[in-house]
T-cell receptor, first 110, second 117 residues
Framework: DAMVIQNPRYQVTQFGKPVTLSCSQT?????MYWYQQKSSQAPKLLFH???????NEADTPDNFQSRRPNTSFCFLDIRSPGLGDAAMYLC?????????FGPGTRLTVT | AQSVTQLDSQVPVFEEAPVELRCNYS??????LFWYVQYPNQGLQLLLK??????LVKGINGFEAEFNKSQTSFHLRKPSVHISDTAEYFC???????????????FGKGTLLTVNP
């Protein structure tokens, strides 16, 4: 089945220690998104790609970076995680019919 | 710009009762409409969508929604809920005239549906 895969599902990192979350997709969509979702809130868009064209949301902190080496893979790098960055991180792809989400990575910062 | 209002943050119901989760939107352009469901520690799963055609849309798990353009609403309904329907439900819109990378969704704040035995 075509799908969006996120690894790992759960990630624990230490305060200030860089961490990378990964996303892959078999849908061959040009568009990919990274969202941050905190408890009992809607997902908040961090970035999106159209092919390799990168678009950063205006209020995304500089601490968050992203890479997309090819159509299938996308990475979210958090350079110096703070306690406030603990959240669920969701990756999604899109076509004209809507967005398709991965299962998410739950990030804990200790 | 678009905005989405989900009128109820929490909806408790008993098993086998009907439920309606309300969603209203505001937009200066025509929009596509979506409902997503999120189970604990999971990603968002598409329940149903309105792109065009019949305003009554049927989705997975027995849910349906009706698009009402004059009232700018897209309420979600199920005639008989199960314990397994307990989850967070998000209404979302996306502008219709989408070219290039403009598939962005604007989400409501979510409605927590709790089904009690």
């Amino acid at each position: 089945d075509a799908m969006v895969i996120q690894n790992p599902r759960y990630q624990v990192t230490q305060f200030g220690k860089p961490v990378t979350l990964s996303c892959s997709q078999t849908l061959n969509h040009n568009v990919m998104y990274w969202y941050q979702q905190k408890s009992s809130q809607a997902p908040k868009l961090l970035f999106h790609y159209y092919d390799k064209d990168f678009n950063n949301e205006a209020d995304t902190p500089d601490n968050f970076q992203s890479r997309r080496p090819n159509t299938s893979f996308c990475f979210l790098d958090i350079r110096s995680p703070g306690l406030g960055d603990a959240a669920m991180y969701l990756c999604a792809t899109a076509d004209r019919a809507g967005q398709y989400f991965g299962p998410g990575t739950r990030l804990t910062v200790t | 710009a678009q905005s989405v209002t989900q009128l109820d943050s929490q909806v408790p119901v008993f098993e086998e009762a009907p439920v309606e989760l309300r969603c209203n939107y505001s937009s200066s352009v025509s929009v596509y409409l979506f409902w997503y469901v999120q189970y604990p520690n999971q990603g968002l799963q598409l329940l149903l969508k309105y792109l065009s055609g019949s305003t009554l849309v049927k989705g997975i798990n027995g849910f349906e929604a009706e698009f009402n353009k004059s009232q700018t609403s897209f309420h979600l309904r199920k005639p008989s809920v199960h314990i397994s329907d307990t989850a967070e439900y998000f209404c979302a819109v996306s502008p219709q005239n989408r070219g290039g990378s403009n598939y962005k969704l604007t989400f409501g704040k979510g409605t927590l549906l709790t089904v009690n035995p």
